[in-house]
């Protein structure tokens, strides 16, 4: 079974207009409620492969209920945690004229000792055979140590994980050996203070993710597609031409392509073509992928090795 775990998931509010003028009144063309967070991402994802997946996280307040509610229509399985204060929104505006995304991601609810004890308890069913995907950045009162008391629980208990946040958080998980890590170039870069110049440049600093741990590293890279990056290989997938509609979650369903293929087959570049397609039907899609874009959009994708 996988697990996926988005501490601070939201309502994501989807504004689509043409323009957005700062410092003025804007309305809008469209607008689409969504039930957000990177680790829910990833479950809806697993949904369309048929690959099963509990969600785990923290739901509280009215727009914790309402968050609830628009995931009903997804049919996932979740053991969520309830706490007091309120589920964020996170706004999200497409201005289509301008060709701009713009997000704006609320702090979350602060979680008090008791909630963050019965989260934790909520593991105990995790054990061997299982992967859990921890996504996303933390509610605001969480140290950073948190997604590091996961990864040493449910390793204790047998599990693989995969871990999708940046910083700190991220380096502190490496000395314990997840799966799959996937900065996008841009995170890849600010954990090393860098710029990058080239590719060749993002495989030497993606290998010095693998040193410090990592069992395999992708590095997405938006419309100029993602690296696999191995300890003697590196491989490259092309992003097929198409529509951007909303690419919000493309790198979510990208790991949930990789983690979902790697369960069943065990094989990197399978897992990491079919994650390539999922990031890339997310991204041509308004709301996450549905199974039939999905496999469209696998055909347009060829793996080469660099
Ligand atoms: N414009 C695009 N055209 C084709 N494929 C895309 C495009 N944008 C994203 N993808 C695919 O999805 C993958 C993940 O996208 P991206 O690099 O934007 O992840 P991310 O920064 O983690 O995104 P997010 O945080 O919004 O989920 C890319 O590596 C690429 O394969
Ligand atoms: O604030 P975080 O946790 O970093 O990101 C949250 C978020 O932007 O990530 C998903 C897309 O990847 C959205 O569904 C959600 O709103």
Redesign the pocket.
């Known amino acids: 079974m996988i697990y996926t775990i988005t501490v601070n998931p939201s309502i994501d509010y989807v504004l689509q207009l043409k323009n957005l003028n700062t410092g003025e009144v804007n309305r809008t063309a469209k607008d689409v409620k969504l039930p957000g967070g990177k680790g829910i991402n990833v479950s809806r994802i697993l949904k369309e492969l048929e690959v099963d997946s509990t969600a785990l996280g923290f739901v509280g307040g009215a727009t914790g209920s309402m968050f609830e509610a628009l995931l009903s229509q997804h049919d996932l399985k979740t053991a969520f945690t309830k706490v007091a204060e309120d589920t964020r929104i996170n706004v999200k505006i497409n201005a289509t004229e301008q060709n701009k995304e713009t997000e704006i991601n609320g702090a979350g609810p602060n979680i008090t000792d008791t909630e963050r004890q019965s989260f934790m308890d909520n593991l105990n069913g995790i054990g061997a055979g299982d992967i859990v995907i921890m996504a996303g950045s933390l509610c605001k009162n969480l140290d950073s140590k948190f997604y590091l008391d996961i990864a040493e629980t449910i390793q204790k208990q047998g599990a693989d994980f995969v871990i999708d946040t940046t910083g700190q958080a991220l380096l502190d998980t490496l000395p314990l050996h997840p799966l799959v890590v996937k900065p996008?170039h841009h995170e890849l870069a600010d954990l090393f203070n860098v710029t990058f110049k080239n590719e060749q440049e993002i495989i030497t600093y993606a290998r010095k993710l693998l040193d410090q741990g990592a069992k395999h590293v992708l590095v997405?890279?938006?419309?100029d597609?993602?690296l696999l990056v191995t300890k003697d290989k590196a491989y490259k997938?092309n992003?097929?031409k198409?529509t951007?509609v909303n690419?919000?979650?493309?790198?979510?369903s990208?790991i949930a392509g990789f983690a979902g293929t790697f369960m069943e087959t065990k094989d990197p570049i399978e897992s990491f073509h079919m994650g390539?397609a999922c990031?890339?039907a997310t991204?041509f899609s308004q709301d996450i992928a549905i199974k039939e874009k999905i496999d469209k959009v696998y055909q347009d994708i060829s793996i080469t090795e660099l």
Not at 220 to 223: I, K, L
Not at 247 to 252: E, K, N, P, Q, Y
Request: aromatic share 0%.
């Open positions: 996008n997405s890279m938006a419309g597609g993602a997938a992003a097929p198409g951007v690419s919000v979650g493309a790198g979510d990208m390539a990031g890339s991204a």
